[in-house]
């Protein structure tokens, strides 16, 4: 597609629920990362993904979260039993590349605005 | 893993006034540092970006400088507008490696005319 496309861009629900959040990239992106931004916060990165596997996971903040990316194209954020704690946008953005030069610039979606009451 | 450092959170100038906005980072093997503005309500676009081979660089209004020894770098805005006015963020990455991008937590920059 020509940009980065988020769906939902609004979701509410309520605690202890289950959310998927997803991700369609820019065609032909190779690499795809899951970032979260609460409100006058920077995005905290969550999980990159560099075709159909995870290169680095580290910023899961524990194991109610996952992702997958199963074709290396569209990429699903799953959370178990959510918590008010989890209300943010969530960000994707894609890139050419992970690993070559001049293939770092990121192009973001529009976001996923999480509320869990 | 890598952990970026931004200050101030706020800042307020009056328009023509320069603008700097300073980050540090943790892991010296880091080699790239871009810059990312997010007007309210908006994905952060990249504004620009510097490489570890170089000390600075400019296009136009903006800036960054880099000190790799001290492991800190900066954002210089001169001639501000009203339209500067958004969140910065910085981030740094190890380019070759591929790890991922870790931002700042963002400098809200007001700019008064």
């Known amino acids: 597609g020509a940009g980065v496309s988020q769906t939902p861009s609004n979701k509410v629900t309520e605690k202890g629920k289950y959310v998927e959040l997803r991700c369609d990239p820019i065609s032909g992106h190779t690499a795809l990362y899951w970032y979260r931004q609460s409100l006058g916060q920077g995005p905290e990165f969550l999980i990159y993904f560099q075709g159909t596997g995870a290169a680095d996971d580290s910023g899961l903040p524990n194991d109610r979260f996952f992702a997958v990316r199963p074709e290396g194209s569209v990429s699903t954020l799953k959370i178990q039993r959510t918590e008010r704690g989890d209300s943010a946008v969530y960000l994707c953005?894609?890139?050419?590349?992970?690993?070559?030069?001049?293939?770092?610039?990121?192009?973001f979606g529009a976001g996923s605005r999480l509320t869990v009451l | 893993g890598e952990n970026v450092e931004q200050h101030p959170s706020t800042l307020s100038v009056q328009e023509g006034d320069s603008a700097v906005i300073k980050c540090t980072y943790s892991?010296?093997?880091?080699?790239?540092f871009p810059w990312y503005k997010q007007e309210l309500g908006k994905r952060p676009q990249l504004i620009i970006d510097i490489r570890s081979n170089v000390g600075e660089k400019k296009d136009q209004r903006i800036a960054v400088t880099l000190n790799k020894t001290a492991k800190h770098f900066s954002l210089h805005i001169t001639e501000t507008q009203p339209e500067d006015s958004a969140v910065y963020f910085c981030a740094a990455r190890r380019e070759q490696a591929g790890t991922a991008l870790i931002f700042g937590k963002g400098t809200t920059l007001s700019v008064s005319s």
């Open positions: 892991d010296s093997a880091s080699n790239y």
């Open positions: 953005a894609s890139s050419p590349s992970g690993r070559a030069t001049g293939a770092n610039v990121l192009t």
